[in-house]
């Protein structure tokens, strides 16, 4: 009833309104300096000759396709304003963009949604090469998923050229394609010691993109890196913005990053290029999340002080904190050696990796000199290894660090440092989800500064985005058996429900089922056998952009399936996915995919990632082709088809391709993945058939972190590994090889025991 007398009322204003502007359709100035504008045309009238003071309020409503662009010379005490008519209100869907260029402008309340810019940028501030933004300010402006379909794509959602201007109060979320959500832009003179700040902005998920192109923030890039850019990064707020290694890169001199909350974030805040960066108070909560780090020191005269990280779990480059080594007269896009840098009175609680001298190899061979670490608490009463050190650590001063009692202090050359650390136990007290040493109340952050949360960041009239994959969150649709009746089921599916096989028989598709949510098909609860499906069509789930698809408790046979080469029980959309996918399969058998020859259980195509593929408790009989073969990704860029494989308790039985292959090429270092977890689960008489081109039963390519434990390989091709980028972790123990190939490796640097050949 109330919203009824809203609408009549908004109703009557936006007829009264409209009648004077229908015919000429120019803006109409409700009071003095008010202009109104209700389409892309009133909107350019407007600007066209604007003054100082003049505030162009774009109606509520939907505007699609808009590109706006704003050139405008306001004053310090009467800026020019573009804001919404209402807060929410004002939408900015299908190619729209905005670009601001001139002084003392202001930009307010706007949200894009609903699509994606058609230029580099959503919000910029230039109108061109020579126009750039001085002293303006973009303020409570929602960006939520505008994404361009293609995910490698690339596009950036703020670019902030020119000097003194703010970026505050605003909701990024959902970015899912190639480039940085926000990038300082330091081309030109004009953009450099700039004196930016960006403030009390949520940045919201970034889920991981698989490549290099992921980070939440950058500022400059390797060519202006040693050029100073004096831009300020506070009180600002980031929740899960794992895109890649870097969350933060900063890539230029003379910037500060204080004050700032990283939740569960993976990857670290990089001080990738450029010096005399202060990084100040900021808090970095893991939650014991994999991959979740903290700060990454890497040139000269870096200042980190005052931090508070806790719970973090990521190693190598994602450690909590990594003090990195460098290459001696370094390229300006390699890594600098660190010089008189320090870190000092920071709080490291339940983290497990302290990195120093990281990255040392045959190029990166110049140790970190005239650096100090003072006055850090080190807190793990878990891990006691917590400090990994790779090369020569003379060059660090150690002082008055404090160690849990566990802790081992770090070593280089089979020597514990000799002072700088004492183990000590610690009193602490807690204050919300922080703790404070009361022995040394003064390590650690300012507690009476307000720390950054999802409440005072942001904006408050947009709904926080629920970003989870969740399986099992819906309502139930009971099927039984029959023809197309999960096809039928799947229409009315939304996203969480389960479809529920309520008895056994044969389940039989003649039309592919689609998967556009995150859905679960799964048998009942105590029937006597599991309900099988068959299908007709090349393949009998198409995971579409948007879908994730959890199976349980169910039988799939090819039997009945097109007698043509290439089916699979289960594909990928054949178009880009800027979305993740889930994979999750569990209690399922899949039996007699041969009727002719390429018969995958899953087949994914190129420009798409999982999330996770994960296969337990299933037996895979009688296959022409491959099981889990995730390698379409083969331009050697880093880039790759699956973040997390876990297959636990599964067999494999008569496969003519490869059960599982992994494939993530070329040497950069920028993600996380693939990450494999391969345990208790047996192989026989795989990999001979003689299209298998990789000729292996298991091969494994750039993964970078793989346990494989406990596994039986009876009567079959090898185990393939090629090691590449880093120091990727391949753990081997407990492997029963019977008449079947030798393990291949290209290089020694696996761990391995028990590996048993008969
Ligand atoms: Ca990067």
Not at 15 to 38: D, E
Not at 99 to 117: A, Y
Not at 250 to 267: A, D, I, M, W
Not at 567 to 582: E, H
Request: glycine content about 8%.
């Amino acid at each position: 009833m109330m919203y009824k007398f809203l609408y009549i009322t908004i109703g009557l204003f936006a007829i009264a309104s409209c009648v004077g502007s229908q015919q000429i359709s120019s803006p109409s100035k409700t009071q003095s300096n008010n202009i109104i504008v209700n389409n892309i045309s009133e909107f350019n009238a407007a600007t066209a000759a604007m003054s100082p003071g003049d505030n162009i309020i774009l109606a509520n409503g939907v505007w699609t396709d808009a590109e706006l662009v704003l050139q405008g010379q306001g004053t310090t005490d009467n800026p020019i304003t573009l804001r919404a008519e209402e807060k929410g209100q004002v939408f900015l869907e299908g190619e729209s963009n905005l670009r601001i260029s001139g002084q003392h402008i202001i930009v307010e309340g706007l949200v894009f949604r609903n699509g994606h810019t058609p230029t580099g940028s959503v919000i910029s501030y230039r109108t061109s090469k020579t126009s750039l933004c001085n002293n303006c300010r973009v303020t409570e402006c929602v960006i939520d998923d505008y994404n361009p379909s293609e995910r490698f794509e690339s596009d950036y959602w703020v670019d902030i050229y020119g000097k003194n201007n703010r970026f505050d109060h605003n909701y990024l979320v959902g970015k899912r394609n190639r480039g940085v959500t926000l990038a300082v832009r330091l081309q030109t003179e004009e953009s450099r010691e700039n004196y930016h700040r960006i403030d009390h902005n949520y940045f919201g998920y970034r889920p991981t993109l698989g490549s290099n192109g992921g980070e939440t923030l950058r500022v400059g890039t390797s060519h202006h890196s040693l050029t100073n850019s004096n831009t300020t990064v506070e009180d600002n707020y980031f929740e899960t913005c794992s895109g890649e290694l870097e969350i933060i890169s900063s890539k230029s001199c003379q910037n500060t990053f204080r004050n700032n909350t990283f939740y569960e974030c993976q990857g670290t805040l990089t001080m990738r290029h450029g010096n005399e960066t202060v990084v100040d108070n900021n808090y970095f909560f893991g939650n014991r999340k994999p991959n979740t780090g903290g700060i990454r020191i890497i040139n000269e005269s870096q200042t980190v002080t005052n931090n508070y990280c806790q719970g973090l779990t990521g190693s190598r480059f994602k450690g909590a904190l990594v003090i990195m080594n460098g290459v001696p007269n370094s390229p300006i896009n390699r890594y600098f050696p660190v010089i008189n840098s320090k870190a000092s009175n920071n709080m490291l609680i339940d983290c497990d990796h302290v990195q120093l001298c990281a990255g040392s190899d045959a190029e990166r061979s110049a140790p970190p000199t005239n650096t100090q670490m003072t006055s850090n608490i080190f807190y793990n009463t878990q891990k006691d290894d917590v400090f990994t050190v790779y090369d020569d650590i003379s060059g660090i001063s150690f002082e008055d660090n404090i160690l849990s009692e566990n802790i081992t202090k770090p070593m280089y050359d089979g020597q514990a440092v000799k002072s700088g650390f004492t183990n000590k136990k610690l009193k602490f007290v807690d204050k919300g989800d922080i703790k404070i040493c009361t022995d040394y109340p003064k390590i650690g952050p300012n507690i009476e500064q307000e720390r950054p949360n999802k409440n005072n960041t942001g904006v408050s009239w947009y709904p926080k985005k629920d970003y989870q994959i969740t399986f099992n969150s819906g309502k139930v649709i009971e099927v039984l058996p029959g023809d197309n009746t999960i096809w039928k089921a799947m229409k009315m599916a939304q996203k969480g429900d389960i479809i529920r096989l309520m008895k056994t028989g044969q389940y039989h598709q003649s039309k592919s089922v689609d998967i556009n949510h995150t859905v679960t098909i799964e048998s009942a609860n105590g029937l006597a056998d599991k309900p099988e499906l068959t299908f007709e069509r090349s393949s009998l789930f198409n995971i579409e952009n948007g879908g994730s698809l959890r199976l349980k408790g169910i039988r799939v046979s090819g039997s009945e399936s097109d007698d043509y080469s290439g089916n699979a029980v289960i594909r990928t959309s054949r178009y880009s996915m800027i979305d993740n996918y889930k994979l999750i399969v569990e209690d399922s058998d899949f039996i007699d995919l041969d009727v002719n020859h390429s018969f995958n259980f899953l087949k994914v195509f190129k420009n798409t990632f999982a999330d996770s593929v994960r296969l337990s408790n299933c037996n895979f009989e009688n296959i022409s082709g491959h099981v889990l073969n995730l390698d379409k990704e083969i331009d050697n860029t880093g880039i790759y088809n699956a973040e997390n494989v876990v297959v636990e308790n599964c067999t494999f039985r008569d496969i003519g391709g490869t059960a599982i292959m992994l494939h993530r090429g070329g040497k950069d270092e920028s993600t996380f993945g693939p990450i494999l977890e391969l345990h208790n689960s047996t192989f026989d008489n795989v990999g001979y058939d003689k299209r298998n081109k990789h000729e292996a039963a298991l091969s494994f390519h750039g993964v970078q972190y793989a346990d494989i434990r406990n596994i039986d390989v009876t009567d079959s091709r090898k185990i393939n590994l090629h090691l590449i980028v880093g120091e990727p972790v391949i753990k081997l123990n407990d492997i029963n090889f019977t008449n079947s190939e030798k393990l291949e490796s290209n290089d020694d640097a696996y761990q391995s025991s028990n590996l048993n050949y008969k």
